[in-house]
């Protein structure tokens, strides 16, 4: 499920960096705002829908071995994106059989027609 | 409720859109409410074009043979469904000129269609096809399905404008506009198991 909590920064006495529990503004993404920019990415593939809501633990990670670049953020959303579509649509290999002979059997006879041939070329 | 200019309301974070599909695709209800609006049972028409619509253009579907020339093959059905994204036609001509659709293909009449035919493409179970439900009383008794191995590059003036040569028929509720998206998805980023045990 979703959480509307997040983590906030705060000094530990040791040194260290941690996170405390902080309520924080769900990540929303509008279709206008995908509709209105100038991104092909269909909805829930931007990188700020994927990224937005990382962990307190992946957010103090980050503070000590350094952020991760923009590509490494849009590779890592992209496969996180791939894989829930794949969790939640899984394929049936013998329903793919059964729906590629379907369509094999009733699209076999349909014509196929060359547009034009090279000058020269026979037709 | 959507907002202005807003085509659905806003989709939340991925853990809701992946339990939104598995909900759609268990859902008896998407049949029924598949598409949000259909020609044959409105007065009202949309000039505007939208990622998912079906449309009547009549066009065979152009491809390359195999002799590497171009060539065409038989669409009798004449439908087509949208597949570049909505915000493509915001664009001008200039900076998007093309969209691409596929064609949405009959495979038979349902008095022939077996039933374990029918509920494989009824499952949303397989990836190279996506099954389309009746959009017309012509449709009705005939299984349909959009073939996505068969995608066209269109000229964005076919489809809207003075010039317009298609006619929309019919357009999908947000729960089918979900689906279809996530099954784009799922066809691009297939695996071709190289890594299968």
């Known amino acids: 499920m979703p959480s509307d909590f997040g983590f906030a920064f705060v000094g530990l006495m040791s040194g260290q960096v941690g996170g405390v529990p902080t309520a924080r503004a769900r990540q929303v993404l509008g279709y206008s705002e995908v509709a209105s920019s100038e991104t092909p990415l269909p909805v829930g593939f931007r990188p700020v829908s994927l990224l937005g809501a990382r962990t307190g633990t992946l957010l103090v990670g980050e503070r000590l071995v350094g952020k991760s670049s923009e590509p490494e953020r849009l590779v890592t959303g992209s496969l996180r994106y791939v894989e829930a579509i794949a969790s939640a649509l899984p394929i049936d290999k013998e329903d793919e059989r ?25 037709l | 409720m959507a907002g202005e200019g807003e085509r659905w309301p806003p989709v939340y974070d991925l853990d809701g859109l992946v339990d939104e599909i598995k909900e759609l695709t268990g859902d008896e209800r998407l ?15 949309h000039n505007d074009i939208c990622q998912g619509d079906v449309l009547l253009l009549d066009s065979e579907v152009p491809v390359i043979l195999d002799d590497g020339q171009p060539g065409t093959v038989d669409h009798p059905e004449r439908a087509w469904m949208v597949i570049g994204n909505t915000c493509d036609f915001d664009r001008s001509i200039e900076h998007a000129r093309w969209t691409q659709l596929v064609p949405i293909v009959s495979a038979g009449n349902l008095g022939e269609v077996t039933p374990t035919e029918l509920n494989a493409a009824r499952r949303y179970t397989q990836a190279r096809r996506f099954y389309v439900p009746p959009w017309s009383l012509e449709t009705e008794a005939q299984l349909h399905m959009a073939d996505f191995l ?22 999908m509720g947000r729960g089918a506009w979900v689906l279809l998206n996530a099954c784009l998805v799922r066809l691009l980023a297939r695996d071709d198991g190289r890594y299968d045990e």
């Open chain 1, 98 to 122: 059964i729906i590629d002979e379907l369509m094999a059997k009733r699209t076999a006879g349909r014509a196929t027609r060359p547009l034009r041939r090279r000058e020269g070329e026979p």
């Open chain 2, 31 to 45: 049949e029924r409410e598949f598409f949000g609006w259909r020609l044959d049972r409105s007065v009202v028409c």
């Open chain 2, 150 to 171: 068969l995608p066209v590059a269109v000229d964005k003036r076919v489809l809207q404008g003075d010039r317009r040569k298609a006619t929309l028929q019919a357009r």
